[in-house]
């Protein structure tokens, strides 16, 4: 026995702690010189081994000591900060994990609740029509309100399309499309930051018109289905302004609008509104006679389609005013997203047999310089992930196992060419380029970062934590901070250091491609001409377009703040669709991301 430890055990003055030391067998308990190396205030006296001595040696052996406490006011120290150390380590545990988490995967100076705001207060200041008095937007007013005389029909209501007076049903339906898609998904984050019921007004205000623009057939008098596609004009007739040629207020106009008719052969252009319908169908399914009428209305559309198909561009009296800026180069995939919404709203699986043949027949058709993007132009890879998500979470089951896990497969594959610069090169700034051919970058960047974005969640959900492709892997992670990189650089985070949605941030574009914004809001009214002024000036726009997303930077991170370099400085509502779908996807819910429920998939 030890020496100091003898005479310590011996102290007969001191409180004795036993402590049972369990050693494995065959292993050597600590020497004398070991024990003697503990902490100065305590010592040792082991108690007789004997006793144990006679256990088996398979067995483990233990042997016990007597703690002896010298200094009982070092004692009582060391026990305090023990239990301090211990109960601050269980306060920093319980914090991280129930504390909310908002933004975890953004920089600091990222505020996303304030950009879903902006974002969706855009589509105030583009709305046609009777003007709501009370819209945060202050510089607009009634406007349009002669929409579709000249077709002896109701256009009135809708949304300017970009920074001019066009009203674009293609658009405009896929816009309603998007936004419903990102309510259905993420109702409950809208709801958390107080914008629900600000998104719902602008997805009725969208629905009210789409339910103007087409007239079913009537077996009675031989009518044929008729589409409305356009109010307003791009080309000039006989010297007299248009839309484009004219820069002026939409409160101002005094110019013909014509309208743009089109019969059942602009395939496209049904499927699109058949989407937009049906997707807000369930958004208001609170509202249930308004729901009704969406669907049903929807329905009714889709089966009124002829057999003969085509794009609604390739007619002149039906597209040929819209050709010049939103060319439709298939039909395919607005047919297979109208009937992939059709089934998500009435979980009739004729439709979903018509999404998934339609897709595939569309994918083998896909133009090489629209793989991997979603716009308005192009909506397959939007419909490869709901396919997919109703393998997952709807699992509709046979006949349709095959395809879906197909559509699967193939949104694995379009994740990794996102994520890995062999497939697609980036900017040195680091933005996506996935249209290099001239087009505004930041529209299809901020598709791509909602579909990651959304995809992460799905697999999330599942408790996957990765995926892969034919070559490569991606983790759930990789998906993420993809997504938020894309929309960090948007709001920022760039090598321009300027944020390219309108009213955020320090720095942003103050020379606004924009008729309503660019022109001063003094009740006098402007025309054609006195309009130049305005368009031409290198002042900052008087008024500012909180929430445009403009067109954005070049393929070298450049960008131009000039009101007549629309390539840089336009918005429109369909990009900004995308952009409020990446936000609110980023958008970090007060609690733990397995916890956020999705209206369309019944997650509770």
Request: with cysteine; net charge negative.
């Given at each position: 026995?030890?020496?100091?430890?003898?005479?310590?055990?011996?102290?007969?003055?001191?409180?004795?702690?036993?402590?049972?030391?369990?050693?494995?067998?065959?292993?050597?308990?600590?020497?004398?010189?070991?024990w003697?190396?503990?902490?100065?205030?305590?010592?040792?006296?082991?108690?007789?081994?004997?006793?144990y001595?006679?256990?088996?040696?398979?067995?483990?052996k233990?042997v016990?000591?007597?703690?002896?406490?010298?200094?009982?006011?070092?004692?009582?120290?060391?026990?305090?900060?023990?239990?301090?150390?211990?109960?601050?380590?269980?306060?920093?545990?319980?914090?991280?994990?129930?504390?909310?988490?908002?933004?975890?995967?953004?920089?600091?100076?990222?505020?996303?609740?304030?950009?879903?705001?902006?974002?969706?207060?855009?589509?105030?200041?583009?709305?046609?029509?009777?003007?709501p008095?009370?819209?945060?937007?202050?510089?607009?007013?009634?406007?349009?309100?002669?929409?579709?005389?000249?077709?002896?029909?109701?256009?009135?209501?809708?949304?300017?399309?970009?920074?001019?007076?066009?009203?674009?049903?293609?658009?405009?339906?896929?816009?309603?499309?998007?936004?419903?898609?990102?309510?259905?998904?993420?109702?409950?984050?809208?709801?958390?930051?107080?914008?629900?019921?600000?998104?719902?007004?602008?997805?009725r205000?969208?629905?009210?018109?789409?339910?103007?623009?087409?007239?079913?057939?009537?077996?009675?008098?031989?009518?044929?289905?008729?589409?409305?596609?356009?109010?307003?004009?791009?080309?000039?007739?006989?010297?007299?302004?248009?839309?484009?040629?004219?820069?002026?207020?939409?409160?101002?106009?005094?110019?013909?609008?014509?309208?743009?008719?089109?019969?059942?052969?602009?395939?496209?252009?049904?499927?699109?509104?058949?989407?937009?319908?049906?997707?807000?169908?369930?958004?208001?399914?609170?509202?249930?006679?308004?729901?009704?009428?969406l669907?049903?209305?929807?329905?009714?559309?889709?089966?009124?389609?002829?057999?003969?198909?085509?794009?609604?561009?390739?007619?002149?009296?039906?597209?040929?005013?819209?050709?010049?800026?939103?060319?439709?180069?298939?039909?395919?995939?607005e047919?297979?997203?109208?009937?992939?919404?059709?089934?998500?709203?009435?979980?009739?699986?004729?439709?979903?047999?018509?999404?998934?043949?339609?897709?595939?027949?569309?994918?083998?058709?896909?133009?090489?310089?629209?793989?991997?993007?979603?716009?308005?132009?192009?909506?397959?890879?939007?419909?490869?992930?709901?396919?997919?998500?109703?393998?997952?979470?709807?699992?509709?089951?046979?006949?349709?196992?095959?395809?879906?896990?197909?559509?699967?497969?193939?949104?694995?594959?379009?994740?990794?060419s996102?994520?890995?610069?062999?497939?697609?090169?980036?900017?040195?700034?680091?933005?996506?380029?996935?249209?290099?051919?001239?087009?505004?970058?930041?529209?299809?960047?901020?598709?791509?970062?909602?579909?990651?974005?959304?995809?992460?969640?799905?697999?999330?959900?599942?408790?996957?934590?990765?995926?892969?492709?034919?070559?490569?892997?991606?983790?759930?992670?990789?998906?993420?901070?993809?997504?938020?990189s894309?929309?960090?650089?948007?709001?920022?985070?760039?090598?321009?250091?300027?944020?390219?949605?309108?009213?955020?941030?320090?720095?942003?574009?103050?020379?606004?491609?924009?008729?309503?914004?660019?022109?001063?809001?003094?009740?006098?009214?402007?025309?054609?001409?006195?309009?130049?002024?305005?368009l031409?000036?290198?002042?900052?726009?008087?008024q500012?377009?909180?929430?445009?997303?403009?067109?954005?930077?070049?393929?070298?991170?450049?960008?131009?703040?000039?009101?007549?370099?629309?390539?840089?400085?336009?918005?429109?509502?369909?990009?900004?669709?995308?952009?409020?779908?990446?936000?609110?996807?980023?958008?970090?819910?007060?609690?733990?991301?397995?916890?956020?429920?999705?209206?369309?998939?019944?997650?509770t």
């Amino acid at each position: 026995m030890p020496p100091a430890v003898s005479s310590a055990f011996e102290s007969e003055r001191d409180p004795v702690i036993y402590v049972h030391t369990v050693s494995e067998a065959g292993r050597l308990l600590p020497s004398a010189s070991q024990w003697n190396s503990i902490a100065l205030d305590f010592k040792l006296a082991p108690h007789s081994s004997t006793a144990y001595e006679s256990i088996p040696s398979q067995y483990p052996k233990s042997v016990d000591y007597d703690l002896v406490i010298t200094d009982r006011k070092h004692f009582h120290c060391f026990i305090f900060v023990l239990v301090t150390i211990i109960l601050a380590i269980l306060a920093a545990v319980l914090l991280v994990h129930f504390l909310p988490q908002n933004h975890k995967h953004q920089g600091s100076s990222i505020n996303l609740k304030v950009a879903i705001n902006q974002a969706l207060t855009f589509y105030d200041a583009q709305k046609s029509g009777h003007y709501p008095r009370n819209s945060p937007v202050k510089f607009r007013g009634d406007s349009g309100l002669q929409d579709g005389n000249s077709a002896k029909t109701d256009l009135t209501g809708g949304f300017y399309d970009s920074g001019n007076n066009i009203k674009f049903t293609f658009t405009t339906a896929y816009t309603m499309t998007l936004l419903s898609w990102t309510v259905m998904e993420y109702q409950s984050k809208y709801a958390d930051i107080g914008e629900l019921d600000h998104v719902r007004d602008i997805i009725r205000w969208g629905s009210d018109y789409l339910l103007k623009v087409f007239i079913l057939p009537n077996s009675a008098d031989g009518s044929n289905l008729t589409l409305y596609s356009q109010v307003g004009s791009t080309i000039r007739v006989n010297n007299e302004h248009t839309d484009v040629s004219c820069w002026q207020r939409p409160e101002d106009m005094k110019y013909k609008r014509p309208v743009s008719i089109c019969d059942g052969s602009a395939t496209d252009l049904a499927g699109e509104i058949v989407a937009a319908l049906s997707a807000a169908s369930m958004v208001f399914k609170d509202d249930g006679d308004y729901s009704k009428r969406l669907v049903q209305a929807a329905e009714r559309l889709f089966g009124a389609i002829p057999a003969k198909q085509g794009t609604y561009t390739m007619v002149d009296g039906c597209g040929k005013q819209a050709r010049m800026l939103y060319n439709s180069t298939s039909y395919q995939d607005e047919l297979a997203w109208g009937a992939a919404w059709l089934f998500l709203a009435t979980e009739d699986t004729n439709y979903l047999a018509t999404a998934t043949e339609t897709f595939f027949s569309a994918k083998s058709n896909e133009s090489s310089v629209d793989k991997g993007v979603l716009y308005w132009n192009n909506k397959l890879n939007a419909v490869e992930v709901l396919l997919t998500g109703i393998r997952y979470f709807r699992d509709p089951g046979f006949p349709y196992e095959d395809a879906l896990k197909l559509s699967s497969n193939l949104t694995d594959a379009h994740m990794c060419s996102y994520l890995f610069s062999k497939y697609f090169s980036r900017t040195p700034g680091g933005l996506i380029i996935l249209k290099p051919d001239n087009e505004p970058l930041l529209q299809f960047a901020a598709t791509a970062s909602f579909l990651s974005k959304l995809y992460s969640d799905y697999l999330d959900h599942l408790k996957m934590s990765a995926a892969s492709c034919e070559t490569d892997s991606f983790s759930v992670k990789m998906l993420r901070d993809f997504a938020t990189s894309q929309v960090n650089y948007i709001l920022g985070q760039n090598p321009m250091k300027m944020s390219y949605l309108v009213g955020y941030g320090d720095r942003y574009p103050v020379q606004v491609h924009h008729r309503s914004a660019s022109i001063p809001w003094n009740n006098q009214p402007y025309n054609c001409d006195d309009g130049k002024r305005w368009l031409n000036s290198k002042d900052p726009n008087p008024q500012v377009l909180l929430g445009a997303m403009v067109g954005g930077p070049d393929t070298n991170d450049n960008f131009m703040d000039q009101r007549t370099n629309q390539r840089f400085t336009e918005p429109n509502i369909a990009s900004n669709a995308g952009l409020v779908a990446a936000l609110i996807a980023l958008q970090d819910p007060p609690y733990n991301s397995r916890d956020v429920k999705s209206t369309l998939w019944g997650w509770t």
